[in-house]
């Protein structure tokens, strides 16, 4: 439907047709991440709660001005129950990566 959020990058399960068959589905994303500049504030509150309403279960939020990575873990029909803020210098280990400092990524 139109209504689905798209992210900016979406980790994918691995498929032997490469999704040429069929369009990804909630199930088949480990990570969706949104680079927000204007679009922050819709990144957190619209899209995040739907993103954990769907099960995914890590999505992160690259904030350009604020020069941070929010990482949302433990979704829940609600919301994610866990946020981690990530600035240069920290060093970020999440489901999904381990041992990657911020600033490789901001």
């Known amino acids: ?12 399960k691995m498929r032997s ?5 069929a369009h ?4 088949d994303i480990l990570l969706v991440i949104e680079v927000a500049g204007s679009s922050l504030q819709k990144d957190r509150q619209v899209k995040m709660p739907l993103y954990a309403e769907a099960g995914i279960p890590e999505a ?12 949302y873990s433990s979704p829940a029909p609600e919301g994610y129950s866990r ?11 999440t489901g999904m990566v381990k ?7 901001l």
């Open 17 to 21: 047709d490469l999704y040429s068959d």
């Open 24 to 27: 990804p589905r909630a199930e």
């Open 60 to 71: 992160w939020v690259i904030d350009l001005e604020g020069k941070t990575i929010e990482v």
């Open 1 to 12: 439907p139109d209504s689905e959020p798209e992210p900016d990058i979406a980790v994918l």
């Open 99 to 105: 041992s990657v400092e911020a600033g490789q990524i």
């Open 83 to 93: 946020i981690d803020i990530y600035r240069r210098g920290d060093v970020l280990e």
